[in-house]
T-cell receptor
């Protein structure tokens, strides 16, 4: 599975959009980008995933660059409850189904 | 919304004792997983399970560990003889599909295992 690089931490003002970047420059054609978050030692919570098209659900939007080497998770109106560690994970659709977690980005939403 | 449930939320065990961690995956899911997270460290994959067999396991998942789906709803992780370094949060996850599928894994809130 391709390696991902994320900033260690980010701050965001409450009510503003939080844009979390992820670099996955070695991603291959059959690998999906998944985003999870973990709120203070709770279990990782699935947010969204995509292959090459932008995706949106009730939690967030995922913007994947045309070359697929990077992506951005967007929380459109961050709240204090969005303070968490956000993980960007690349996983192949074929050949193994484990998730490999990195250190993620600590997002602090401030009032 | 259906969720993965884990019991107990906190387990305290003496070193050398056996411990069983229990999970109830989401009902229509077919793939099951265990991960662990030592305090302050990354979430680490332990094992995946499908069709009553282990489909993948990590180096951490040695002979002291075993998994079982004893009935149609439970999925368990057993540690035969616990060591101090087994102290961690243990997360169960499940997914509709596994290899060959892009369906996401959904996690429970974990069992905190403390070995004394």
């Amino acid at each position: 599975d391709a390696k991902t690089t994320q900033p260690t931490s980010m701050d965001c003002a409450e009510g503003r959009a939080a844009n979390l970047p992820c670099n996955h420059s070695t991603i291959s054609g059959n690998e999906y980008v998944y985003w999870y978050r973990q709120i203070h030692s709770q279990g990782p919570q699935y947010i969204i995933h995509g292959l090459k098209n932008n995706e949106t659900n009730e939690m967030a939007s995922l913007i994947i660059t045309e070359d697929r080497k990077s992506s951005t998770l967007i929380l459109p109106h961050a709240t204090l409850r969005d303070t968490a560690v956000y993980y960007c994970i690349v996983r192949a659709r074929i050949g193994g189904n484990k998730l490999v977690f990195g250190a993620g980005t600590i997002l602090r939403v401030k009032s | 919304e259906p969720e993965v449930t884990q019991t107990p939320s906190h387990q305290v065990t003496q070193m050398g004792q056996e411990v069983i961690l229990r999970c109830v995956p989401i009902s229509n899911h077919l793939y099951f997983y265990w991960y662990r997270q030592i305090l302050g460290q990354k979430v680490e994959f332990l094992v995946s399970f499908y069709n009553n067999e282990i489909s993948e396991k990590s180096e951490i998942f040695d002979d002291q560990f075993s998994v079982e789906r004893p009935d149609g709803s439970n999925f368990t992780l057993k540690i035969r003889s616990t060591k101090l370094e087994d102290s961690a949060m243990y997360f169960c996850a499940s997914s509709v599909g596994g290899t060959g599928s892009n369906q996401p894994q959904h996690f429970g809130d974990g069992t905190r295992l403390s070995i004394l």
